[in-house]
């Protein structure tokens, strides 16, 4: 009285399941893919610009509109990069805490954010025009100012992450 003939063939292959799912986690326990390391929050950053230099370049978004967008790119990366709490602060006082004495920027790097924010703000609230090429130099002076002010690894390369960095 082994049991119905069906009862048996669902047992076996029940059990034939299970050895194939358990070699399955075993092999991709031990020889799986690798995952690739996460992307740095700065390079994310750089990613973010050159995804919408090509969304203004193919006219996709105005310039206009893009500069703000740029803007709060510039910020985050600033917010993350140097624990500066800025979400809830006007363009004057985020710049205010950038001119402290122990600020982590360059005065060349602190121009350009006066500058860029303050054209920025008067491109978005004033509704001062915009164009490509301003947008253009904008964003490439953005990206200059993140690749300049990355963190460097332990390797004295460019690039290192923060402790603190999530997007």
Do not use: C
Not at 35 to 45: A, D, E, H, I, R
Not at 96 to 112: I, Q, T, V
Not at 130 to 157: Q, W, Y
């Amino acid at each position: 009285a082994e049991g119905p003939l069906w009862f048996r063939i669902a047992g076996i292959a029940v059990g034939l399941v299970i050895i194939v799912f358990s070699a399955l986690a075993v092999k991709d326990f031990f020889f799986g893919k690798k995952t690739p390391p996460p992307v740095p929050f700065w390079m994310g950053m750089l990613d973010e610009i050159g995804r919408l230099r090509e969304s203004v370049k193919n006219g996709d978004s105005a310039p206009e509109f893009s500069i703000g967008v740029l803007t709060h790119i510039v910020r985050r990366y600033l917010e993350v990069r140097f624990s500066i709490r800025a979400e809830r602060q006007t363009t004057a006082e985020f710049l205010a805490e950038l001119e402290k004495d122990d600020s982590p920027l360059s005065d060349n790097d602190r121009r350009f954010l006066q500058k860029f924010l303050v054209a920025a703000d008067m491109v978005k609230y004033a509704r001062i025009s915009s164009d490509t090429e301003t947008f253009e130099a904008a964003a490439g002076r953005a990206e200059k100012l993140i690749r300049g002010t990355a963190p460097a690894p332990e390797d004295g390369k460019k690039g290192k992450e923060p402790a603190n960095a999530s997007l």
